[in-house]
């Protein structure tokens, strides 16, 4: 039953299809082609209009916009239609169009876009509208949109037609305009603070700076493999070498991992790299600026997130990940002497580690089971194990941890930062490590990044860096679950596969 049902519906739309093709020929033979139009000169968007209705009030106006509603009466007609900002409603008259456009305009569709030159009043409702004087038809839709009242639902056609989402759901525009205003807002802080906006390569030979398996190709021009750069870090350390001592790049990266609420394989990633300063003045900028972000794109420092209000306002607390373990997980790594005895009380407390695993992984792993739910409101997560942190200073009196953080919000990873490892000799030897984890069967280990060590051989300042994921920011500030709310095209499987 609901199989002929649902070949009833197929029929139905395939003849609805059908008509508008149908009045798209009937168009064009009348020499009312529609795609011959180039341009139309719009002089007010929706909400201008309604904002400014006291001095628009009996001027005319000129706004185009797609039909998303219609209602045809007779002699006249009402239909509302949709800008980039909002929507207006037109009263279109057959004596203040005239005849032939009036009987033209009867004919249009909803998804069909216009053009409506005409005198603003108000209605007997009290409604904003525009008294069309004449309507030019843009574009012809060949297509029916999704039933209006209940809207585009369907997660999957959501994310593959993001334009039919954007055209359906206005809380998505609006995560996509406030997505642009962030990005504006951190260019502006950073910019107020000195920094240097730079672009590095996408397509490299080495693809370090972060635990990530690449993706690979090959360039047939120099008949050389190459990868998708996984991070930003390690040319924009070469520009802090070569002189540039503020630096940031807001850029996409490349990971080949799994897709989550939190992953997409391709991401937006901003790094900056401060030289003469630590992981200290790294957490006071990020503390600085994401209250400014807020500020500016929400009005407030207060946001809410799921079922938490984030308070952005207050200053971040900030705990070392050995203290966030013996108050989450009731473990000391303190206290414990060796890998030796950090595997037994991983055993004990039922936390998996593989074999190549030292104290640092564990304590890592401890960190990852039993803390990070926990960490609602900001916090940093300080001075991580040396065994995780291969580019990382370590800390003078501690010297296995290193001086990194990493923001936790919500129980997510916000960013990561570190006093960058300057000592080229020291580099080396975490590189080798790292090779060796690389050989143990770690497919997210580093090599060796030759060149990059040339350039800390030359000399790197004391530095601060630190990377953010700028998608789970715009998470954040729109209040979104999921990483594909965020991403105007998001990564699907395709649809012949």
């Known amino acids: 039953m609901a199989g002929a049902q649902n070949n009833v519906q197929e029929q139905d739309i395939n003849q609805l299809l059908k008509v508008r093709r149908e009045k798209l020929a009937a168009l064009q033979e009348a020499g009312k082609d529609p795609f011959q139009i180039t341009k139309y000169d719009v002089t007010h968007h929706s909400v201008e209009i309604k904002d400014n209705f006291d001095a628009l009030e009996g001027q005319i106006v000129r706004v185009a916009g797609r039909i998303m509603s219609k209602r045809v009466m007779g002699k006249a007609s009402f239909c509302n239609i949709q800008d980039l900002p909002g929507n207006i409603q037109s009263y279109v008259a057959r004596d203040s169009v005239g005849e032939e456009p009036y009987a033209d305009f009867k004919k249009y569709d909803v998804g069909d876009i216009v053009g409506i030159e005409g005198e603003v009043f108000k209605t007997k409702t009290g409604e904003i509208s525009i008294h069309a004087a004449k309507v030019t038809l843009l574009t012809k839709s060949l297509q029916i949109l999704p039933e209006k009242f209940h809207g585009l639902t369907n997660t999957d056609i959501r994310y593959r037609q993001r334009y039919t989402d954007l055209i359906m759901n206005g809380d998505v525009k609006e995560t996509f305009v406030k997505r642009s205003k962030i990005i504006s807002a951190i260019r502006r802080y950073l910019e107020g603070e000195g920094f240097l906006e730079v672009e590095t390569p996408m397509l490299v030979s080495n693809a370090g700076g972060a635990a990530a398996r690449p993706f690979e190709t090959h360039y047939n021009a120099l008949d050389e493999d190459v990868k998708l750069r996984i991070s930003l870090e390690l040319y924009l350390k070469r520009l802090i070498v070569g002189g540039l001592e503020r630096v940031y790049e807001i850029g996409r990266v490349f990971r080949n991992e799994g897709l989550d609420t939190r992953h997409n394989p391709e991401f937006t990633l901003m790094e900056l790299y401060q030289a003469y300063t630590d ?10 600026m994401f209250r400014y972000v807020a500020q500016e794109v929400c009005g407030t420092t207060l946001i809410p997130y799921a079922e938490a209000m984030i ?81 990382t200073k370590r800390k003078p009196d501690k010297p296995d941890y290193v001086e990194r953080f990493e923001l936790f919000i919500y129980g997510r990873e916000m960013c990561n930062a570190y006093s960058e490892l300057n000592d080229p000799i020291d580099q080396r030897e975490r590189f080798k490590a790292q090779e060796a984890a690389l050989a143990a069967g770690d497919e997210e280990a580093n090599t060796t990044d030759e060149d990059f060590m040339n350039a800390l051989e030359i000399g790197m300042p004391p530095t601060g860096g630190i990377g953010y994921g700028i998608d789970r920011l715009v998470m954040l500030l729109t209040n979104s679950p999921a990483i594909r709310d965020v991403l105007l095209f998001p990564t699907m499987k395709s649809l012949d596969k």
């Open 279 to 288: 992981y200290n003045g790294m957490m006071d900028l990020t503390e600085n």
């Open 311 to 391: 308070d952005l306002g207050k200053p971040f607390e900030r705990m070392t990940m050995i203290d966030a373990v013996k108050k989450y997980a009731g473990v000391d790594f303190d206290e414990i002497a060796d890998t030796e005895a950090a595997k037994k009380i991983a055993d004990e407390k039922g936390v998996h580690y593989e074999k190549r695993h030292t104290k640092g992984d564990i304590l890592n792993l401890f960190f990852e089971e039993f803390v990070e739910e926990h960490l609602i409101q900001p916090v940093f997560i300080m001075d991580h194990p040396v065994e995780i942190s291969p580019l």
